[in-house]
Nanobody, 130 residues
Framework: QVQLMESGGGLVQAGGSLRLSCTAS???????????MGWFRQAPGKEREIVAA????????VLAESVRGRFAISRDNDKNMVYLQMDELKPDDTAIYSC????????????????????WGQGTQVTVSS
């Protein structure tokens, strides 16, 4: 089992920055670095979309076109954490952001393209004011 807990959301003005963190608590024989990780978001009235994914070793990342050049995903496998650095925030970035662990042993591309998620966090609200 993997429990995910996000933090770092809040209210920020357009053009500002936030850094989201996700801590994984694992109660199985598998380790954090056996899961690709990702960040999804869901805005009011819209479908959930994937924002970013990162490979198990952190060497590969995939970003949605809408955030490319503004957001960055990273992970620290020693601390069981994954991060989403969000810069140049826009009002359209307002959403609930959720951390996700992809299918065991797969890659960032599979998580990004196939949306195969084994575990979800509760989510954290990000609000960008104009």
């Amino acid at each position: 089992q993997v429990q995910l807990m996000e933090s770092g959301g809040g209210l920020v003005q357009a053009g500002g920055s936030l850094r989201l963190s996700c801590t994984a608590s694992i109660t199985s024989t598998y380790t954090f670095n056996t899961y690709p990780m990702g960040w999804f978001r869901q805005a009011p009235g819209k479908e959930r979309e994937i924002v970013a994914a990162i490979s198990r070793d952190g060497g590969g990342t995939v970003l949605a076109e809408s955030v490319r050049g503004r957001f960055a995903i990273s992970r620290d496998n020693d601390k069981n954490m994954v991060y989403l650095q969000m810069d140049e925030l826009k009002p359209d970035d307002t959403a609930i952001y959720s951390c996700a662990a992809g299918r065991l042993g797969t890659g960032a591309d599979e998580l990004y393209l196939q949306r195969q998620v084994d575990y979800w966090g509760q989510g954290t609200q990000v609000t960008v004011s104009s």
